[in-house]
């Protein structure tokens, strides 16, 4: 269950959105795009692996605009539902993980009591 109802129309409003910030500051979107075509031309990753990668990390970092247009890109690329999942339960995974080892400095900054 997504807060997005329309994905559609999330990605309308958000290339309109897009157009307007490009007038008002082209060259910052000259260099988003530049850095996007630079991550996509890769010799070693086709691009239905770096699209589950994408994924991944759109989830990672709660990016809806992230997760419209990977999703979209992966689907485009052939991954399936069942390979967008895999990719998603990585993400989870290392999610949980990293709160596990932020768990442990919280424990060492806490310090041991000897008493």
């Known amino acids: 269950m997504s807060a997005i109802k329309d994905w559609d129309g999330y990605n309308a409003a958000a290339r309109v959105q897009g157009k307007e910030l490009n ?12 850095l996007n075509r630079g991550a996509a031309t890769t010799q070693h990753l086709d691009a239905k692996t770096r699209e589950l990668i994408a994924l991944a990390v759109a ?10 247009a990977h999703v979209r890109k ?10 967008m999942a895999e990719a998603l339960g990585v993400s989870i ?22 008493g």
């Open 59 to 68: 989830i990672t970092t709660r990016c809806d605009g992230c997760i419209d």
């Open 74 to 83: 992966a689907k485009a690329a052939g991954a399936t539902r069942e390979e």
């Open 93 to 114: 995974a290392l999610n949980a993980g990293a709160a596990f080892t932020y768990a442990l400095h919280v424990l060492d900054a806490a310090g041991t009591d000897a």
């Open 23 to 34: 007038a008002l500051h082209p060259e910052l979107v000259k260099g988003f795009a530049a």
